[in-house]
């Protein structure tokens, strides 16, 4: 599986944006998908995961109330909505592929990964 992320760009503070990931080579709606980011200097973490359905999410607390984890099995994509963007929200946000039935919030059980994408959200 190949997992394109795009969406990313600068954006004041307050502001908001829309994340995608798109996926090819495999069966997309067989896999729970998650978003993770890395900010310079931290290790990567967890932001948010949807179960192969749509039917369950997950999220950080960091990101609860201000972010929205959503997919389109028909366009094998999955979306973050991410809106009252603060500077600690800046990082590179990896869009990630679980082969498992049960959802994880553990990067390491995640299987396959897009390349990233930059948020960049100035004060």
């Known amino acids: 599986v190949q997992l394109q992320a795009c969406g990313g760009g600068l954006v004041q503070a307050g502001g908001s944006l829309r994340l995608s990931c798109a996926a090819s080579?495999?069966?997309?709606?067989?896999?729970?998908m998650g978003w993770f980011r890395q900010a310079p200097g931290k290790e990567r973490e967890f932001v948010a995961l949807?179960?192969?359905?749509?039917?369950?999410?997950g999220y950080a607390d960091s990101a609860k109330g201000r972010f929205a984890i959503s997919r389109d099995n028909a366009k094998n994509t999955v979306y973050l909505q991410m809106n009252s963007l603060k500077s600690e929200d800046t990082a590179v946000y990896y869009c990630?592929?679980?082969?498992?039935?049960?959802?994880?919030?553990?990067?390491?059980?995640?299987?396959?990964w897009g390349q990233g994408t930059l948020v960049t959200v100035s004060s």
């Open positions: 990630a592929a679980d082969r498992a039935v049960m959802t994880t919030r553990k990067p390491e059980q995640y299987d396959y």
């Open positions: 949807i179960n192969w359905s749509g039917g369950l999410t």
């Open positions: 080579g495999g069966t997309f709606s067989r896999y729970a």
